[in-house]
């Protein structure tokens, strides 16, 4: 008789660590639909019920928890977010291994898209478990990006990114790895005035 195939344990990554230094505001603050962004976020990622989510701040950890304490989300904050992305996302990687040892995957997601869905985050998953690539990205336009899903394969190189760069590195340096979900609406996000203002008007990309 066939086994049965082991059930993913994925660990979510909301990073949420910068000072939104472009938008001159918290854009985790930012309220679109009734939710900031932060909470639209980590509510996705929540809904998604693939595993342990952890929330990584930053630049303004007092200032967002009040925006997830009622969540089941475990916050971290990364006392050297100014060194780049890769700090944020290693600290975070490191609370999600340690908690949970038996993860398959880690799925990598930023606050600021606001139309990424549970579904997607879900589609990802079953990308992975389709193809056996070890990196699944989303795909809008030309770019391969967030949200992304890392195999337990490819977390050693996640562990060693430098503190400057991000999980983007990895997608660059191995085009052969990655596996795509298209998601148009992720060309829309939010680092400036005018990005946000077009969100409100429902200026958006389907």
Known sequence: MKEASPIPVVGVLLLSAGSSSR??????????EGQSLLRRAATTAVAAVLGPVVVVTGALHAELLPELTDLPVQVVHCPTWQTGMGASLKAGLSVLEHHQ??????????????????????????????????????????????????????????????????????????????????????????????QYAALLRGEEIL
């Open 23 to 32: 938008l001159g505001r918290p854009k985790q603050l930012l309220p679109y």
């Open 101 to 194: 040892p038996a993860l398959t995957s880690i799925l990598v997601l930023l606050c600021d898209q606001p139309h990424v869905t549970p579904t997607l985050l879900r589609q990802l998953v079953v990308t992975q478990l389709a193809t056996q690539q070890p990196i699944v990205a989303a795909e809008y336009g030309s770019v391969r990006g967030v949200p992304v899903l890392f195999a337990e394969s490819v977390l050693p190189l996640l562990r060693a990114l430098p503190d400057a760069a991000g999980a983007q590195q990895l997608l660059r340096q191995h085009p052969e790895w990655v596996a795509t979900v298209p998601f148009p609406a992720g060309a829309v996000d939010v680092d400036t005035e005018a």
